[in-house]
Nanobody, 120 residues
């Protein structure tokens, strides 16, 4: 069983930056970040392989967000730069049950979410 705890959300002005963290307990494989804005479905943001050598990003965040992980600390990060009001959402970290590679679906373990609000 994997437990995930996100932190680092908050209120920031457009153009600003935030770094989200996801602390995991238990063995993790591929991991990812997702987000859900009010009235919208949860969407993929970024994913990272077990080794950290492969990453994948949604087009909407490519070039602005960077996903990384520190396996020694069992922690994943999402550095978010040049934030826009449309990035406002609850951000969730997720852990895949088996794959070592990047994945956009098939996640079984989810954190409780952290709110990110970007003001214009």
């Amino acid at each position: 069983q994997v437990q995930l705890v996100e932190s680092g959300g908050g209120l920031v002005q457009a153009g600003g930056s935030l770094r989200l963290s996801c602390a995991a307990s238990g063995r993790t494989y591929a991991m990812g970040w997702f987000r859900q804005a009010p009235g919208k479905e949860r969407e993929f943001v970024a994913a990272i392989s077990l080794s950290g050598s492969s990453t994948d990003y949604a087009d909407s965040v490519k070039g602005r967000f960077t996903i990384s992980r520190d396996n020694a600390k069992n922690t994943m990060y999402l550095q978010m730069n040049s934030l826009k009001p449309e990035d406002t959402a609850v951000y969730y970290c997720a852990a895949h049950p088996s794959t070592l590679l990047v994945a956009r679906r098939g996640y079984d373990y989810w954190g409780q979410g952290t709110q990110v609000t970007v003001s214009s």
